[in-house]
């Protein structure tokens, strides 16, 4: 039934006298009672009882699920955090000696690699030099 067809049905039987069976009317303890409608209630009571304790319990595990879900995740989000402010560190360190140390070894050897060049192209021209001087001689002798 729909919200609306519940409604509908409250409005309609207001005023109504609906029959109520004398046996269960009202409840006293010391009064009889239908024993077959007293067992149905008990067990009425009883499985109520049962559903709402377990949908508790079934609540209280999925938050202390969720309890150790974030303890979890805490405790791997600081391990995360920790990585990274350590190799925050090592990094900077890192640059610093890269800055001290090996950027000026670096400008060394680029220096050194233009003096060699340097030599090499002197060496191809006092090679030249030396080719031509040996042609000359070489000429001077046969003459």
Not at 13 to 32: G, I, Q
Request: glycine share 2%.
């Amino acid at each position: 039934m729909s919200d609306e067809d519940i409604e509908k049905w409250i409005k309609d039987n207001r005023n109504k006298d609906l029959p109520v069976s004398t046996s269960c009317s009202s409840f006293e303890v010391l009064d009889p009672h239908d024993p077959v409608i007293s067992r149905l209630a008990t067990q009425l009571f009883k499985c109520t009882n049962d559903y709402l304790q377990g949908e508790m319990s079934a609540g209280q595990d999925h938050y202390h699920l969720l309890e150790q879900i974030n303890r979890l995740t805490i405790t791997k989000y600081t391990d995360l955090r920790n990585l990274a402010v350590n190799l925050s560190k090592t990094l900077n360190e890192y640059n610093e000696m890269y800055n001290q140390q090996i950027r000026p070894l670096l400008q060394q050897i680029d220096a050194i690699d233009a003096q060699v060049s340097k030599f090499e192209a002197n060496a191809y021209r006092l090679d030249s030099y030396t080719k031509q001087l040996k042609a000359r001689f070489k000429e001077l002798e046969e003459k």
